[in-house]
């Protein structure tokens, strides 16, 4: 009997995983978040410096931004696609495969932009490879992190969940780290006519040394112990619905999953994304565009405070994660998300003021409690949150649906306001404010996660017994055995 047996049954049992494997998985999903947030912040760069110059040489300086900001955005518009597509294939196949090919698919696209022709060589077939090679990348991305983090949690020992997955938010910090000093490099030491004429190709191509490394790894990595003891499991593949249907005649667990009414904990997920992806595009995107166009600081304190930032986020980031460890996501997910409620304000006040000292500390301290710290819970969370038989596919779809809807309103939203408030903070301080409240209330509403058994084929429910020093009092609330009665039966 396991822990999750007082809530209804458990699906199966974990096997045994070594050090070594924990510690490849863990690497592998650090690299794919790192390789994927390279990419996309390689391509920002790129878009923003040079590739209306190699592009879209044809069109006024304006219109050539415009156009290569739009192939940019074509990139977010296949990630759904790719989470729907991948994530099935994970649930029904297995982790590693999914991984597998992310990575592969990803990391090719972007190292072929390198060697793409530019529009003075092939005319108009230049800028459609370049958006036929985002669309890819975006597919491939489109489960990556999520694929990266359900890895992490299943290999994870149960009492470290947290600190383990908070990994994969590391490897955001350093993908963008490792693109922004790529760029910087490039540009402080090649002349910019050498580098809109072949420099800009360097960081492109060079990622796939990041990307083989990545594919080895990845080949070599064992399947999800929490896939291989799903009940739902038969020689290495899902049961379809059919056959589920017959099994769940001589099987509660199967029959419980099957009957299962899906979507309450899909919406729970669905918007503690949201919360975090909102901030997100908010203090990552927007506001460091209103520290340097409406604030007119110098180009150098906007770089200067998101590098400041995210190193400082490599400290936070595991911190929050092993605090989650300890006390609970639920516990963790109010708290932080209560504080940026709270501080949203007063940091945006500090920013305002232009004091070059004020705006990093605000920066700093609203950056890691509105964005990192709900990007330490979320991964773990959210895999915890659901079952084990659509585990993948739901986190993916809550994942990218949720960010491609806050991160494309929230600084639309945030600049139209700004503008017509003629320059005042406040609308980025309510906007901030408004989707730490969506965080918030996703997590007043759903059960405590931490600590469950993760082959249970059914989403989290309220009421179900989980092992951890954070769920005694919860477990006394709803009558049921103390996790150290639940150890003895376990022998």
């Known amino acids: 009997m396991t822990a999750d047996s007082a809530a209804g049954g458990t699906s199966g049992t974990v096997a045994e995983r070594s050090t070594k494997d924990l510690a490849r998985a863990a690497v592998s999903g650090w690299l794919g978040t790192a390789l994927e947030f390279m990419d996309f912040q390689l391509y920002s760069l790129a878009a923003a410096l040079v590739f209306s110059k190699v592009f879209f040489p044809g069109e006024a300086p304006g219109v050539a931004i415009i156009a290569s900001m739009a192939t940019y955005a074509t990139g977010y518009l296949s990630r759904p696609l790719g989470a729907w597509y991948f994530g099935r294939l994970g649930d029904r196949v297995g982790r590693t495969r999914v991984l597998f090919y992310t990575i592969a698919l990803m990391g090719v696209a972007t190292t072929l932009i390198g060697f793409l022709p530019t529009y003075g060589q092939i005319g108009i077939m230049a800028p459609v ?88 790894l990845r080949r070599n990595l064992r399947e999800s112990p929490v896939f291989e003891g799903r009940a739902d499991i038969v020689e290495g593949q899902a049961l379809s619905r059919e056959e589920l249907d017959k099994a769940a005649a001589h099987d509660n667990v199967l029959a419980d999953a099957l009957h299962e009414r899906k979507g309450k904990a899909f919406f729970e997920g669905f918007f503690l994304r949201f919360g975090q992806a909102g901030n997100s595009g908010m203090i990552q995107t927007y506001l460091i565009s209103y520290i340097t166009s409406v604030l007119l600081l110098a180009p150098s304190i906007g770089t200067g405070v998101v590098i400041t930032s995210s190193l400082v986020g490599f400290a936070v980031v595991p911190l929050i994660g092993w605090l989650s460890d300890q006390v609970g996501r639920k516990l963790m997910y109010i708290v932080m998300s209560s504080i940026a409620l709270v501080l949203a304000g007063p940091m945006i006040w500090m920013i305002a003021t232009k004091n070059v000292s004020s705006v990093f500390a605000g920066y700093i301290i609203i950056h890691q409690t509105s964005v990192l710290a709900l990007a330490s819970l979320e991964n773990n969370t959210m895999s915890e949150l659901f079952g084990a038989r659509a585990r993948l596919t739901q986190l993916a779809l809550a994942k990218e649906l949720a960010a491609i809807v806050a991160t494309g309103i929230g600084p639309v939203v945030a600049a139209a306001l700004v503008q017509g408030t003629g320059g005042s903070a406040w609308p980025i301080a309510i906007m901030i404010g408004f989707f730490s409240i969506c965080s918030l209330g996703a997590a007043i509403v759903m059960p405590e996660t931490a600590g469950r058994d993760l082959t249970v084929l059914n989403d989290a429910r309220k009421g179900e017994a989980i092992i951890g020093p954070f769920a005694r009092k919860e477990r006394k609330q709803l009558g049921l055995p103390t996790c150290e009665e639940e150890l003895a039966k376990l022998g």
Do not use: C, D, H
């Not at 009492?159 to 693109?179: D, H, I, M, P, Y």
């Open 129 to 216: 490879l370049l958006v036929v090679l985002r669309l890819a990348q975006g597919f491939g991305a489109g489960a990556e992190i999520a694929g990266s983090s359900v890895m992490l949690t299943e290999y994870a020992p149960r009492k470290s969940r947290g600190l383990v997955g908070s990994l994969v938010a590391l490897g955001t910090n350093s993908g963008t780290l490792g693109a922004s000093a790529i760029w910087g490099v490039l540009v402080a030491t090649l002349s910019t006519e050498a580098v809109v004429e072949w420099g800009w190709r360097i960081p492109f191509i060079a990622s796939s040394l990041i990307m083989l490394f990545a594919v080895w």
